[in-house]
């Protein structure tokens, strides 16, 4: 069984066999539960085989389990790019996260909400004269793994109600939202919606950006810059990105707390550093 971008269940010929073998699995444990109607003594004697052949099979399904979650362990999230989240089960369910972001609307002399390639083309939008800018993320909402992240500069998303991942510290960045007629949506785990998102991140600053890091090869995903310079991935080209918030002129209160990716701030604009991993 695979996952395609969406985290949607894909079957492949090459799989179907792995799907049978669960089910025999399933099939051998029915025999067994039935069969505790019997004696202790018969149950004992008729399934000391069959139990030995179910630890088999259940090893065989851990090990496939194990294949399809290669992402570090804890609770975090990534911003998405175009091509979707990375093909890991450790994103299962925590696929379709966004937040809209009614940005500066009226008037403004700022630079206006823009991004790099590796975002969608519909991650800026225009309603009736209201300006949005919506990002989504990929979201690990469940504890499937425990390995560690590996030491290195850079910050992950910091998902609300849950600590940052072994060796991270928190931070936040505050964006301003407009304030006529706010029109703002959101539906993710990293960011407080009030008016304007207060964006949740981990960071961490453990080891040589120019050393590569270990993390999985088989998706693009995008990590946020910290400390200057991309984080080198061992058998990934990067290539830096951006995305750029052009947030509520009057009265702004945009802000940064605690460890937070790189970012430039020129008046009510964010411009957030990332790097791209393909």
């Known amino acids: 069984m695979g996952f ?42 008729s399934t000391v085989d069959e139990i030995s052949q179910l630890k088999k099979k259940l090893n065989k399904f851990s090990t496939i389990l194990e294949s399809l979650i290669q992402w570090p362990g804890g609770y975090y999230g990534l911003l998405k790019p175009k091509t979707g989240c990375p093909v890991d089960l450790a994103f299962f369910g925590g696929t379709h996260k966004f937040h809209k972001i009614h940005t500066e609307s009226q008037s403004s002399s700022d630079p206006s909400n823009s991004h790099s390639s590796v975002f969608p083309d519909n991650t800026i939008s225009s309603e009736g004269g209201n300006k949005f800018l919506t990002l989504e993320f990929c979201e690990v909402t469940r504890q499937l793994n425990t390995s560690s992240w590996p030491k290195g500069s850079f910050c992950i998303h910091k998902l609300i109600h849950q600590s940052c991942p072994a060796g991270f510290e928190e931070g ?7 304030d006529t007629n706010h029109a703002g949506e959101a539906r993710n785990n990293v960011a407080i919606y009030s008016h304007g998102p207060n964006f949740y ?15 999985p090869t088989g998706s693009a995903f995008l990590l946020y810059r910290f400390g200057g310079e991309c984080q080198s991935v061992q058998g990934m080209y990067v290539s830096e990105e951006f995305v750029q918030i052009n947030s509520e002129d009057s009265g702004n209160v945009d802000s940064v707390t605690g460890s937070h990716p790189d970012v430039d701030r020129q008046g009510s604009v964010i411009k957030f550093h990332l790097c791209c991993y393909k």
């Open 4 to 45: 395609d971008a969406k985290a949607n269940p894909v079957t492949e010929s090459s799989t179907e066999v792995d799907i049978h073998e669960f089910h025999n699995v399933i099939g051998h444990v029915v025999d067994i539960s039935n069969k505790a109607h019997r004696t202790m003594g018969d149950l004992k004697n």
């Open 201 to 215: 991140f981990c960071c961490q600053n453990s080891g040589s950006a120019s050393d590569p890091i270990q993390l």
């Open 172 to 178: 936040y960045v505050k964006a301003d939202a407009e």
